[in-house]
């Protein structure tokens, strides 16, 4: 009996550990501003609460405001003996596309993805400085399991920022799924 309850307990244990485990987590977060005389990061750190509940925060301060013209470059990257490309690789204009999101069936994706968990809803001219507090993984973790599944590994979110067709900021997020 008491072997039993034992075995039960530690079934249960194994069980738990699993669903508690992230499918998707945050390996690392960096921002790089390439132009400081136009923008620059105030703040863009990756914050661990516990083994479970990791975030990111980010604040790009603006100088040069209001910024009109603005073209984004987004790349994905998956980790085969050092980061490859891996699916996505394009680039669009910010400002035609928020006034036309539906011509880009990608980019309206990830343009949903980013509004949907950042409440990041800014539009051109961008008049004031980009926020971005929060961002968890799970609202990242269902995008990435459920609605466009992808295979386990570790991955590279990878966007430039050009601003009058001038490269300003590189952001990179790295991050790895699990079954």
């Excluded at 040069?64 to 690789?89: D, E, I, M, Q």
């Excluded at 990608?106 to 800014?122: D, P, Q, T």
């Amino acid at each position: 009996m008491k072997t039993s309850l034992l075995f039960i307990n530690i079934l249960l244990a194994f069980h738990l550990a699993k669903v508690v485990k992230p499918a998707v987590e945050f390996r690392n977060i960096i921002c790089t501003s390439l132009d400081k005389t136009f923008s620059d990061f105030e703040y863009c750190f990756l914050k661990s609460i516990n083994r479970t509940y990791k975030y990111f925060s980010l604040k790009v301060n603006l100088f040069k405001v209001p910024v009109t013209k603005v073209k984004v470059n987004f790349a994905l990257y998956k980790r085969f003996n050092g980061y490859k490309p891996f699916l996505y690789n394009m680039t669009l204009d910010a400002c035609k596309f928020q006034q036309n999101p539906k011509g880009n069936p990608v980019a309206l994706y990830f343009y949903e993805f980013i509004i949907e968990v950042s409440n990041m809803n800014h539009s051109c001219p961008y008049d004031h400085d980009l926020v971005l507090e929060k961002l968890t993984t799970e609202q990242i973790s269902h995008r990435l399991t459920t609605i466009l599944p992808f295979p386990e590994g570790d991955y590279m979110f990878q966007m430039y920022w050009f601003a009058y067709g001038i490269n300003r900021a590189r952001f990179q997020i790295f991050l790895s799924k699990d079954k």
